[in-house]
């Protein structure tokens, strides 16, 4: 991807307000942001649909263009990356979402399209109870599944426990952001965010200098829910970001789990109501957790190896299915859009494909439109 392409994304999402949706409109139906910028004076006739208002807006890109600028300059000498959808590393759980950021910033070593991606999300006033699930949670999932990537926002409570967890359990883990990668809030979690830049990192849709406004927490909950296969809340008042989070997931068709709470515990209302209302389903431990998600464990994957079991045996598979089984060896559970990618499939004729996989036993549909290959 260009620097100039970049260039104009970052101004892009400064022009529409970061209203994601209007960006990502934009994007797709041109192709590139780049070209957006290009027909930004007659833009009502390059795209259907577009209301005077926005009309008006893609005229006067000048402050846009100024900022967009110092973000790159600033980018350059932190080391900062930049991802679009066009990019391989961008979050490809998000970019499935219909409101998916047009521009992520990223500092950190962890790649985000781990085999499995999980958000531990809860209340900023947890319990000695809402801490020890946590911990307890982090550690049995770590013996079960080695290579998961932890999700949080950073924040006080059961995000801050989820990060502290991950990492000294040997986890990657990613705080997702309300602010620029300027800024670290709370400033007592900076120690915790540099060890994290290292062993994970920070993604935020903002640029620097961003003010730090209340609404951008609630955006940010929906790139916490949107790059994960499943959102965890640990513990939650009757009402408080982390059922945010779980809202939003839900809208994505992502897996939601809560943990129980004792009957009139303010700190476990939310999830208690949560697995009432079938708005997440109970888990107890992270046994339960992996067996609802129909993830492979270490101790599945092991016994496979001692077995001989070869996933390129599978019989009577046509040349377009074994690229399915092949891609989905060489990185297992894959989303939709992920192997159309790497298969160069079209979705609708991979979508057939699947379908006759799952009838051969070969494949397994899970939460959030992932496929798992069976051993």
């Given at each position: 991807?260009?620097?100039d392409?970049?260039?104009?994304?970052?101004a892009?999402?400064?022009?529409?307000?970061?209203?994601?949706?209007?960006?990502?409109?934009?994007?797709?139906?041109?192709?590139?942001?780049?070209?957006?910028?290009?027909?930004?004076?007659?833009?009502?006739?390059?795209?259907?649909?577009?209301?005077?208002?926005?009309?008006?807006?893609?005229?006067?890109?000048?402050?846009?263009?100024?900022?967009?600028?110092a973000?790159?300059d600033?980018i350059s000498?932190?080391?900062i990356?930049?991802?679009?959808?066009?990019?391989e590393?961008?979050?490809?759980?998000l970019?499935?979402?219909?409101?998916?950021?047009?521009?992520v910033?990223?500092?950190?070593?962890?790649?985000?399209?781990?085999q499995?991606?999980?958000?531990?999300?809860?209340?900023?006033?947890?319990?000695?109870?809402?801490?020890?699930?946590?911990?307890?949670?982090?550690?049995?999932l770590?013996?079960?599944?080695?290579?998961?990537?932890i999700?949080?926002?950073?924040a006080?409570?059961?995000?801050?426990?989820?990060?502290?967890?991950a990492?000294?359990?040997?986890?990657?883990?990613?705080?997702?952001?309300?602010h620029?990668?300027?800024?670290i809030?709370?400033?007592?979690?900076?120690?915790?965010?540099?060890?994290?830049?290292?062993?994970g990192?920070?993604?935020t849709?903002?640029?620097?200098?961003?003010?730090?406004?209340?609404?951008?927490?609630?955006?940010?909950?929906?790139?916490?829910?949107?790059?994960?296969?499943?959102?965890?809340?640990?513990?939650?008042?009757?009402?408080?970001?982390?059922?945010?989070?779980?809202s939003?997931?839900?809208?994505?068709?992502?897996?939601?789990?809560?943990f129980?709470?004792?009957?009139?515990?303010?700190?476990?209302?939310?999830?208690?109501?949560?697995?009432?209302d079938?708005?997440?389903?109970l888990?107890?431990?992270a046994?339960?957790?992996v067996?609802?998600?129909?993830?492979?464990t270490?101790?599945?994957?092991?016994?496979?190896?001692a077995?001989?079991?070869?996933?390129?045996?599978?019989p009577?598979?046509?040349?377009?299915?074994?690229?399915?089984?092949?891609?989905?060896?060489?990185?297992?559970?894959?989303?939709?859009?992920?192997?159309?990618?790497?298969?160069?499939?079209?979705?609708?004729?991979?979508?057939?494909?699947?379908?006759?996989l799952?009838?051969?036993?070969?494949v397994?549909?899970?939460?959030?439109?992932?496929y798992?290959?069976?051993?």
């Open positions: 991807m260009s620097d392409e970049v260039f104009y994304a970052m892009l999402s400064r022009m529409t307000g970061f209203n994601s949706q209007t960006a990502l409109h934009l994007y797709h139906e041109l192709g590139s942001a780049s070209r957006v910028y290009a027909e930004r004076t007659r833009i009502a006739d390059a795209v259907d649909g577009c209301s005077p208002r926005l009309v008006e807006s893609m005229q006067d890109w000048d402050e846009a263009l100024m900022r967009a600028e973000e790159m600033y000498r932190h080391g990356k930049v991802l679009t959808p066009a990019a590393e961008y979050p490809a759980r970019r499935e979402t219909p409101d998916a950021p047009l521009v910033y990223y500092l950190g070593t962890a790649d985000l399209n781990q499995y991606v999980v958000a531990i999300v809860g209340t900023r006033r947890c319990t000695t109870y809402g801490q020890d699930l946590t911990r307890r949670f982090i550690a049995e770590k013996e079960m599944c080695p290579q998961v990537l999700v949080s926002g950073l006080y409570g059961i995000d801050i426990c989820a990060h502290h967890n990492l000294e359990r040997g986890y990657e883990t990613v705080g997702v952001m309300a620029g990668l300027d800024t809030y709370p400033r007592s979690h900076r120690d915790t965010a540099a060890k994290m830049v290292g062993h990192g920070l993604l849709e903002y640029m620097s200098a961003s003010t730090v406004d209340k609404s951008n927490f609630v955006r940010r909950n929906r790139i916490v829910a949107g790059m994960s296969d499943a959102t965890i809340v640990v513990e939650s008042a009757a009402k408080g970001g982390g059922l945010i989070t779980a939003i997931a839900q809208s994505y068709d992502r897996a939601v789990f809560a129980p709470g004792a009957v009139g515990a303010k700190a476990s209302e939310g999830c208690n109501n949560l697995i009432r079938n708005g997440a389903a888990i107890s431990t046994t339960d957790f067996q609802a998600m129909g993830w492979q270490l101790a599945e994957l092991q016994h496979a190896k077995t001989g079991i070869e996933r390129t045996l599978f009577d598979l046509t040349a377009e299915e074994r690229l399915i089984v092949d891609a989905l060896t060489a990185v297992n559970d894959q989303q939709l859009n992920t192997l159309s990618v790497k298969t160069n499939t079209p979705i609708g004729q991979l979508t057939a494909l699947l379908f006759q799952e009838m051969k036993g070969v397994k549909a899970l939460a959030g439109g992932t798992h290959l069976m051993n």
